[in-house]
Structure formats: structure tokens, C-alpha cells
């Protein structure tokens, strides 16, 4: 009775195993969602560790003027000929809205793994290949050579015919600053060194006040309460298809996986231990040997038993002679022949000649083989 009820209580655990984990999977997104959300990344606004708010601040200090906007059309409202337009990676924009900013006056700063950099900052290539550490600027902008090393990197940026690059990485650089119809266009492959946790390292904030400092007024696109409203164009453009599926429907499909994975491990076969078995006979290593060489005969391969003959050689005497293992026969053939005073082109020819015309010859080979073998070891 007591083995039955034991049995029943491991099926019913197995069981209520795969239930346990679906509600787990549920509720993970509430678990890790619970209490603040963390900030706005890059948002002057933001006083979290994600966000920039210290260095708006230290702008505003020295007497820039900051400009939060939320939307393309804004952002190109409010710059002129003497501003400069600061788009993160955090900002949310489609195609049209890239067009609209590239179309805008004034100079661009953009910062980190901004979208349509093709559209924003034409000739500019970048691969996320660049380990975001210190580094030196090893150029010569007056910007970068103020602020000294740097905590930069995620994009390694290539730039145009008369671009100038700095902070090296990744067989490009993390800063790359060109001048394209009469505007200054500076690329950073990399904006975490903006955020307040990372500003006061290094020369950070100094690199950050002296690229978004460069004019009088700074237009800084942030990423907006709505993301569809941050496009330039209307909802739909804004969206991708993965925003239209619901939230639930993609844990749904979490969960649902999770369970089959966990029936599937429940329900498989149970594989044991492996077995041993014996070997019903023992070959003897001179029975192989015999029966390769009566196989090489039968099919006339001299040339293979004489290259076996010849590199089995040349492996028992390398050792013997001084040379490592991945000795050539000819280094061999010439040490053997120094070692043993012989002349050196009939042992490169014993070692490295061509294969037997005959069975004689080989027979021959193999004897000449262990006379040299035989020499070297007495010497």
C-alpha cells in the first residue's frame, strides 16, 4: 500500500511539473516588470543611471541652450542655421522622419545605433562589432584630443572620402566627423558614455560636453511617451509587425513551448547506462600488420607500403636525432646523414625517393631502412 501510494505521488509530481512551469513563465514578465521601469534611456530629462539629464544640465551651465523634442517635425521646427541636432539611439524613427532630420539646417550629432544612418549621415558605414571599453582618440580633433581616452565603442564606423576618424576600433573608429553641404556631421558609434552612469569617467564628460557644446543651441530628440508618434508619419509606418502582436499572445507562445519541451522530457524514453560488452576475439597487432601487407601486395601499392616504410622511419628517428615530431623526412634524412657521417644525397633518396619498382626493390628499401635506423642508434 505504502509503495502504491508512493508511486502515485511521484506520477501526480510529474504532473503538476509542466503546470509549475507554465505559471512560472507568467509570471516572470510581472516579476521583472515590478517597481520602476528604469528611466528613459539617453533622455536630458531622465535622472535615472540611464539617462543624460547630468549633462543637459552641465550644457545648460556653460550657457547652451537644450531643446527636448519629441518628433521630427519638431525637431527640425526648432533648429536653425547655428543649432545643433542630437538624434540618440534611443529615438524612434521611421524612414520619412530620417529624411525630414537629414533636411533640417544646422549641424547633426548622432549618437550611438541610430536608425537610417544611410539617410542621416550618407557614406557612413558601421558593423556592431566594437567592444565598448577606454579608449584613446589617436586623431587629431580638438574635441577628441581635449577629452583624452574615452568610454566608446558598439559600432565601428567607416566614413567618407576626407572624413576624420578617432578612437580606433574594430578596423575602423567609434567617432567619425564629416563636412557634407556646408553641415558638420558627427557619428559616435556608441552613446552610453552620455548617460549619468557613465560621465563622470575618463574624459567622458568632456567629450560629451565638448561635441554637443559645439553651438549656442542643442536640439535633442528624445524618444516620445508614444513611439508611433515619433516617426514623422502616420501610426502605421511607425509600427513593425512585431509591435501589432500583443504582448500576451508572444508569452502565450512562450509558456506553450516551455510546456511541450517539459511533456516531451516526461514523457521520452529513458536510455540506461552504457553497456560493455566484450570483445569476442583479440587480434594481435602482427596478424593487422600481416594482413595490411598481404593487402598491399594483392594490389600491387608498392608505392603506399613504401611510403608507410619511409614515414614510420622517419618517426622513430626524429626523436633519436634531436627533432620534434613535426620534422619533415628531408630535416630528418639531412640530421641522420650528419649524425651518422654518411653522404647526404643517398639518405635523402633512402627517405624521400620514389616509390620501388618491384618487390625486390622494396624489399630492399626495407632493409637499407633498418640499417640506417640501426646506424643512428649507435652512433
Known amino acids: 500500500m505504502t509503495a502504491m501510494t508512493s508511486a502515485r505521488a511521484r506520477q501526480a509530481a510529474w504532473v503538476a511539473l509542466p503546470v509549475v512551469l507554465v505559471l512560472l513563465a507568467a509570471a ?3 516579476l521583472l516588470s515590478g517597481g520602476p ?3 528613459r534611456a539617453l533622455d536630458p530629462g531622465d535622472t535615472t543611471l540611464r539617462g543624460t539629464a547630468a549633462l543637459a544640465r552641465l550644457l545648460e551651465a556653460r550657457g547652451i541652450e537644450v531643446v527636448r523634442v519629441e518628433t521630427p517635425g ?3 521646427a526648432a533648429a536653425g542655421p547655428g543649432t545643433l541636432l542630437l538624434v540618440t539611439e534611443a529615438s524612434f524613427l521611421n524612414r520619412d522622419g530620417a529624411h525630414r532630420i537629414a533636411e533640417a539646417p544646422g549641424d547633426r550629432l548622432l549618437a550611438g545605433f541610430v ?6 549621415a550618407p557614406g557612413v558605414h558601421g558593423q556592431p562589432r566594437a567592444r565598448t571599453r577606454s579608449r584613446a582618440p589617436e586623431c587629431a580633433l580638438r574635441e577628441a584630443v581635449l577629452a583624452g581616452n574615452a568610454f566608446t565603442g558598439g559600432m565601428s564606423l567607416t566614413g567618407p572620402r576626407g572624413a576624420t576618424g578617432c578612437y580606433p576600433a574594430g578596423g575602423g573608429h567609434t567617432l567619425v566627423r564629416y563636412t557634407a553641404d556646408g553641415h558638420t556631421v558627427t557619428v559616435l558609434g556608441d552613446a552610453s558614455f552620455l548617460t549619468n552612469l557613465r560621465l563622470a569617467e575618463d574624459g567622458n564628460a ?3 560636453l565638448n561635441l554637443a557644446g559645439a553651438r549656442t543651441k542643442l536640439v535633442w530628440l528624445a524618444a516620445p511617451d508614444d513611439p508611433a508618434e515619433a516617426g514623422g508619419g502616420s501610426d502605421e509606418q511607425a509600427r513593425s509587425l512585431g509591435d501589432l502582436i500583443p504582448a500576451g499572445v508572444k508569452w502565450a507562445a512562450v509558456q506553450l513551448a516551455i510546456a511541450v519541451a517539459v511533456a516531451a522530457l516526461w514523457r521520452g524514453r529513458r536510455l540506461g547506462p552504457v553497456v560493455a560488452e566484450r570483445l ?3 587480434v594481435r ?3 593487422t600488420v600481416e594482413g595490411r601487407g598481404r593487402l598491399y601486395r594483392s594490389r600491387r601499392a608498392r608505392d603506399r607500403a613504401a611510403l608507410a616504410l619511409r614515414t614510420a622511419a622517419a618517426d622513430r628517428l626524429a626523436p633519436r636525432l634531436g627533432l620534434p615530431r613535426t620534422a619533415t623526412p628531408e630535416e630528418v634524412a639531412v640530421a641522420a646523414a650528419a649524425r651518422t657521417g654518411r653522404d647526404p ?3 635523402l633518396t633512402l627517405l624521400c625517393g620514389p616509390p620501388p619498382g618491384d618487390d625486390t626493390a622494396l624489399v630492399a628499401l626495407a632493409a637499407h631502412l633498418d640499417t640506417l635506423e640501426r646506424q643512428v642508434r649507435d652512433s
Not at 536608425?115 to 542621416?120: A, R
Open 28 to 30: 516572470l514578465p510581472m
Open 37 to 39: 521601469s528604469g528611466g
Open 74 to 76: 519638431a525637431a527640425v
Open 115 to 120: 536608425p537610417h544612418l544611410d539617410v542621416l
Open 206 to 208: 568632456a567629450l560629451a
Open 280 to 282: 569476442p576475439v583479440a
Open 285 to 287: 597487432a602482427a596478424e
Open 345 to 347: 644525397g643517398p639518405v
